[in-house]
């Protein structure tokens, strides 16, 4: 299971200013949620956890540190208290959950996590299944994949599918969110 252990400075030693003069967060603190029914309640002491492994290595090769990992099953509960718990930490100033975000009955990650969301952000669903549209096709219609701001925090929520992990990932949410939890936290240091 990738973590670093790299001791994180306070959020305030981190923020800086990109070259448009946007604030920014940088390296990030990230607490990385995976939902899964055959993994989550698992007895293996570290059970495989191949989407979870493929956003941390992409944002620690980005500079940032993994904070935090959890695994729950497909629970609205659990899924909720365990996104919420990760949004208390000082440590962590994004937050990734992956699975749970089809069609299916027991698909309810979506469901709990925009609950905990103060603003949506819609233009990362739509920038996903665009991106995901050579790959997959017109079966992007089944991905509820949905990102959004929780106190402060940009939460991302994406498919349980290692391809679909790794490109949005690397394509939108490692480019976007230093920036995001910057413009984010804004508020706390003026």
Same mark, same amino acid.
């Given at each position: 299971?990738i973590q670093?252990?790299?001791? &994180?400075?306070p959020?305030?030693d ?6 448009d =003069?946007?604030?920014c967060?940088?390296? !990030?603190? #990230?607490?990385i ?15 495989p956890d191949?989407? @979870? ?7 620690v ?8 990992? +959890?695994m729950?099953?497909?629970?609205y509960?659990?899924i909720k /208290?365990?996104?919420?718990?990760c &949004?208390? +930490?000082?440590?962590?100033? !994004?937050v990734v /959950?992956?699975g749970?975000? @089809? #069609? /299916?009955?027991d698909?309810v990650?979506?469901?709990?996590v925009t $609950? &905990? *969301?103060? %603003? $949506?952000?819609?233009g990362f669903?739509?920038? *996903? ?7 997959? +096709?017109?079966?992007?219609?089944? /991905?509820r994949?949905?990102? =959004?701001?929780? %106190?402060?925090?940009?939460? *991302?929520v !994406?498919? =349980?599918s ?5 490109l949005a990932?690397? $394509?939108?949410?490692?480019e976007?969110?230093?920036h !995001?939890? =910057? &413009?984010?936290? %804004?508020?706390k240091?003026?």
């Amino acid at each position: 299971m990738i973590q670093n252990d790299r001791e &994180l400075p306070p959020a305030e030693d981190r923020r800086t200013t990109d070259a448009d =003069g946007h604030d920014c967060i940088d390296p !990030l603190g #990230v607490a990385i949620v995976t939902v899964s029914s055959s993994r989550g309640d698992s007895v293996e002491k570290t059970p495989p956890d191949p989407g @979870g492994d493929a956003i941390a290595s992409i944002l620690v090769e980005a500079g940032h540190v993994v904070t935090s990992r +959890r695994m729950v099953p497909d629970d609205y509960v659990r899924i909720k /208290t365990t996104v919420s718990e990760c &949004l208390n +930490r000082p440590d962590v100033d !994004l937050v990734v /959950t992956t699975g749970g975000t @089809g #069609v /299916t009955v027991d698909d309810v990650t979506p469901d709990a996590v925009t $609950e &905990l *969301f103060d %603003r $949506e952000l819609p233009g990362f669903g739509e920038a *996903f299944r665009w991106l995901s549209w050579e790959e997959v +096709r017109t079966r992007i219609v089944s /991905t509820r994949a949905t990102a =959004g701001i929780a %106190r402060g925090v940009p939460v *991302f929520v !994406l498919p =349980g599918s290692v391809n679909a992990v790794e490109l949005a990932t690397a $394509e939108i949410i490692s480019e976007e969110a230093p920036h !995001l939890a =910057g &413009l984010a936290t %804004r508020h706390k240091v003026e």
